[in-house]
């Protein structure tokens, strides 16, 4: 059967939230033990990229429209680690921060049918066009993961030292694996991201469930703020640890299954952006252009 939308929901306490669970109901195919029976993974079509005003883009407002080199990167690192990580047991939950195009999350939906929802999140002002990029997604899907569209703004969890309720998080919190990618590049990201992360695995912990594994992965564009994202993460008690298998430009460590890195891919990996502009720095990191990060509470 196709999915159906459902109509949006909106809480006014806390965070506020749009829900537009895309149901399913054919059964989950379950993935094979062995590693090696592992479907090449699909990568959905890439959306169609917009830019805005050049001011908006320098003032950082238009972020959400565009498929940023991470994503790819990201997707590229996670599939032949899928069962070193976990990612094909059945009946995960996934949830996404910084959605923008819904590219990422939707592409994982799209290969991990075993999940129990994938949940793609934005701010509030860009939830409408997250929800419209994913409907004709979850309108031909037949079967896998429920689809969630939930908004999320990490400023309301900057200054707070008291743990955010389930309420305030998108479906209560309840996520087995929290992911994201290029979501640091200024001085906001780089505090209000490790907030939410922060939010989110305390909501967890005093709840008696299991933490999240949380991973995000970045696009080293300048040195500026992922220093400043990694103060931040040391301040609010959260460890960012690179993953050993960190990968030095996208192409490193692929299996042979893994979709190859076209000329397509490098253009659209290395289109520009405002991070020197928006932070003051050009100066190139020294560090590898891609890394990967597993984020876990200090306690």
Known sequence: QRATVQGA??????????????????EPVLPEDDEKAHRPWRWLPFPV????????????????LSLWP???????????????????Q???????LGSGTGWLGMTLAANLPSAESITLTERLEAIDRLAALCAPFAERAEAGPALNVAALDWRG???????????????????????GSDLVWNEETATSFPAIVRAILLNAHLHGKHDP???????????????????????????ADPFPEDIN??????????KPLSTEDLQQDYQPDWTSYIFDDAAPPDDPIFSVYKLTLKL
């Not at 809480?11 to 054919?26: F, H, K, V, Y």
């Not at 969890?157 to 992911?179: E, H, I, N, R, W």
Request: with cysteine.
């Open 49 to 64: 990229n917009e830019v805005g005003p050049t001011v908006s883009r320098k003032a950082g407002l238009t972020t959400h």
């Open 249 to 258: 430009g996208a192409s490193q460590d692929q299996s042979s299954e893994s």
């Open 70 to 88: 991470a994503s790819t990167s990201l997707l590229r690192w996670l599939e032949p680690r899928q069962s070193t990580l976990g990612l094909d």
């Open 9 to 26: 929901m909106v809480s006014r306490t806390g965070s506020a939230q749009i829900s537009r669970p895309w149901s399913r109901t054919a």
């Open 213 to 239: 594994l949380v991973i995000y992965g970045h696009w080293n564009r300048s040195m500026k703020p992922i220093r400043r994202f990694l103060e931040c993460c040391e301040d609010l008690g959260l460890i």
């Open 90 to 96: 059945p009946g995960l939950r996934y949830l996404e």
């Open 157 to 179: 969890f900057m200054a707070s030292q008291v743990p955010a309720t389930s309420a305030q998080l998108p479906q209560g919190g309840d996520f087995d694996v929290v992911f």
